[in-house]
């Protein structure tokens, strides 16, 4: 026999330890394992090891009442989450909040009739399903969707409630809620109640909620036979002071979003589980103007393995102001505990912690909590009964039952919790409300997303952003109303610009990052794709409709375009309507357009409209009517018609003008223009990017 080299040495000994690990299963140098440590790599599944079955899910925790969200911006998991505490707490249901992308759907029909379904779903953009509810809403929707059993009808022992949230200035106002809907009730399910609709658009998202709720309850408690009860506060989340570590412990997290940050060996995928922390190349300000503020930053991707397509998203990663995290801190009287460590335990087994622990109350509140968002009326009915006194929760309970009164007092000023309680509490601190109730009520701090206004051919590796900075003044408040991530971006520009201590509008960040992880100007970031996107035959003629910073994804394409053209492709006309209020002031991109007409000739032509400059205001809707012979023109040509920017009033004025076009140039009526827009729509040769 011949003797073993060290080679062969070594591959036995890696295929003995190979076998050893395979059927001991790891248990001799097994260790704990951090939940957040590969989040990021789970994004489109349930965790490992965990079951995927809803029935299973339900049975080995207990449970009887499963609450699923489609959540793009946090709103709906927090409305799953409210409504699970309160099913509880009310109504003594065993409930659950779950992720749609964590389960299959085949096994809905083996859900037996005294077990309850909620529904809380998001409608996102053009009638499209969440990102999350993407997998369940063609499940469910699909032509020959097919279950586990063959019973007929397939979930007539399903019994479900359902909510949508949604946008009525969007066309395909709540589709996600309303096709869901109609597809359960198609096999067999039996709704309770009616289906609500939430409104964003109208500004009454919450007050629907709270509408819909009550009577749903009603509904409920009817058919499944159950019982009110005088509702306490039950913790989901147990605090566990970690009096053994402090702030500068290795293991304890400082807004450092998963382990592998912690540890400083980040790696992609990058992703809403996983932020690439993007060194910023270069930022500047677009505006002329001393009172207002539009940045233009160039985001570095070229240390990861990202990658965009000319139309995507870019989603950034805020840090709340320390201002508006002291007054957190200190209205719950927990200034001087602001750097204690502590760990944070779901009691209960379907719970999830909505950060990684051991970590401290200043990064919890800074990093991880939306505690600038307008506070809701139901979050203050539950504080009521921590108030400091008797006038406190006299107010509190008033304000929680007189939805008037909340809004003249509350909402019509914006006020975020913190603020709230100062008023209410007149000065005093609030220190009996538990720090778990903050976590379960104040929702987790979401990225912002942002049209790329950079184009993937031209800079593959560099993604730029056109922000305008938010500060809205509201009357009877002291102070402006400051939007949370553009103002986080301001003072990344100022940084960058050698402001050493830059506070934007009063506003201060910690924009070194936890551990200083971001300095030498650093954001986290991830890219979201989209379905904006230019024809894939360059020679079709596009018209663009981009006013204020809805110009930014304008520009990616007319840079796009501008590339084709100097590589020698046939590009087909490109007309870009740009409205603004001065071209002094306020004009985004102006020399830049100048260079693509050098580039593109009679190829590209820009349109203005100048609000504030002459007697009467000019948008640009009022510009495309007026090119209303061209216009058409290009549209018998196929041209593809893109609009970005405000929903509300510009998307839809423009809508209105083009089916007005159609209906004038061609002598047809105005209900089949209307049609005919509808039908480019449906095509996707009609594509909107729009927000409210």
Request: hydrophobic content about 35%; some cysteine.
């Amino acid at each position: 026999m011949a003797e073993l080299d060290t080679l062969d040495v070594i591959v036995l000994a890696a295929i003995l330890l190979g076998t050893v690990a395979y059927f001991t299963k790891g248990k001799f140098w097994a260790v704990a394992k951090d939940p957040y440590a590969s989040s990021f790599a789970n994004a489109n599944g349930a965790k490992a090891g965990k079951t995927r079955n809803i029935v299973e899910k339900m049975e080995e925790s207990g449970k009887n009442c499963i609450i699923f969200y489609g959540s793009q911006t946090g709103t709906a998991e927090d409305y799953a989450s409210r409504l699970a505490k309160e099913g509880k707490s009310r109504f003594g249901l065993e409930t659950m909040v779950a992720d749609l992308e964590d389960y299959d759907y085949d096994n809905l029909d083996t859900v037996g009739s005294d077990k309850l379904v909620f529904f809380v779903l998001a409608t996102y953009g053009e009638g499209e399903p969440t990102d999350n509810a993407v997998d369940f809403y063609e499940f469910i929707t699909g032509e020959d969707v097919a279950f586990s059993q063959s019973n007929e009808p397939a979930l007539e022992n399903l019994n479900y409630v359902a909510f949508g949230l949604g946008n009525n200035t969007y066309e395909h106002y709540n589709s996600m809620v309303r096709n869901v809907d109609k597809a359960l009730t198609k096999v067999g399910a039996h709704r309770i109640g009616e289906a609500g609709e939430g409104d964003d658009g109208a500004g009454t998202m919450e007050e629907d909620f709270l509408a819909w709720k009550e009577p749903m309850w009603t509904a409920v408690a009817e058919k499944m036979g159950l019982e009110e009860r005088e509702a306490v506060y039950e913790p989901i989340f147990g605090i566990v002071d970690r009096e053994n570590l402090t702030k500068d412990s290795v293991e304890v997290y400082l807004g450092e979003p998963n382990k592998m940050h912690l540890e400083g060996t980040s790696k992609g995928p990058y992703n809403a589980h996983n932020p690439y922390i993007a060194p910023i190349a270069e930022s500047k300000e677009l505006f002329n103007v001393k009172d207002r503020n539009c940045l233009h930053m160039e985001i570095d991707i070229s240390g990861s393995n990202l990658n965009y397509q000319t139309g995507d998203h870019i989603a950034i990663w805020p840090t709340n102001a320390g201002d508006e995290v002291d007054r957190f801190l200190d209205v719950l009287n927990l200034t001087e505990k602001r750097h204690n460590v502590i760990s944070v335990k779901a009691l209960e087994p379907t719970a999830k912690v909505p950060f990684p622990t051991p970590t401290t109350l200043d990064a919890i509140v800074r990093y991880h909590m939306e505690i600038n968002a307008p506070v809701s009326r139901q979050f203050i009915a539950t504080l009521a009964a921590f108030a400091p006194n008797d006038e406190a929760k006299a107010e509190m309970t008033k304000l929680g039952s007189d939805k008037d009164y909340f809004h003249q007092k509350i909402s019509s000023s914006y006020l975020n919790i913190a603020r709230a309680l100062q008023i209410i509490g007149k000065g005093e601190k609030w220190a009996n409300i538990p720090f778990s109730a903050m976590i379960e009520g104040v929702t987790k701090l979401q990225p912002r997303y942002y049209s790329i206004s950079s184009s993937s051919l031209v800079q593959p590796k560099k993604i730029a952003i056109t922000a305008v900075i938010e500060t809205a003044h509201i009357p009877g408040r002291e102070d402006a109303f400051q939007g949370v991530a553009t103002n986080y971006l301001l003072a990344l520009k100022q940084k960058q610009h050698g402001d050493p201590n830059p506070s934007p509008y009063g506003l201060t960040y910690e924009i070194t990052g936890p551990r200083n992880k971001y300095d030498g100007i650093h954001v986290p970031v991830h890219v979201r794709h989209s379905n904006f996107r230019l024809p894939s035959d360059p020679s079709r003629p596009v018209i663009l409709v981009g006013p204020g910073t809805g110009v930014a994804p304008m520009r990616a394409f007319v840079q796009e375009r501008a590339k084709q053209v100097e590589n020698g492709e046939d590009v087909g006309k490109t007309i870009l309507f740009f409205g603004c209020r001065k071209p002094t002031e306020d004009f985004l991109y102006e020399k830049e357009w100048e260079e693509y007409k050098k580039i593109m000739g009679d190829k590209f032509e820009l349109v203005t409209a100048f609000s504030r400059q002459g007697p009467k205001k000019v948008y640009v809707q009022h510009r495309l009517k007026e090119m209303a012979k061209e216009v058409n023109s290009l549209l018998e040509k196929k041209a593809y018609f893109y609009v970005c920017g405000d929903a509300a009033n510009m998307a839809r004025e423009v809508n209105t003008v083009l089916a007005q076009i159609i209906a004038e140039q061609r002598g047809i009526s105005d209900a089949k223009a209307e049609e005919m827009v509808k039908n480019m729509r449906a095509a996707n040769q009609y594509q909107e990017d729009v927000w409210s």
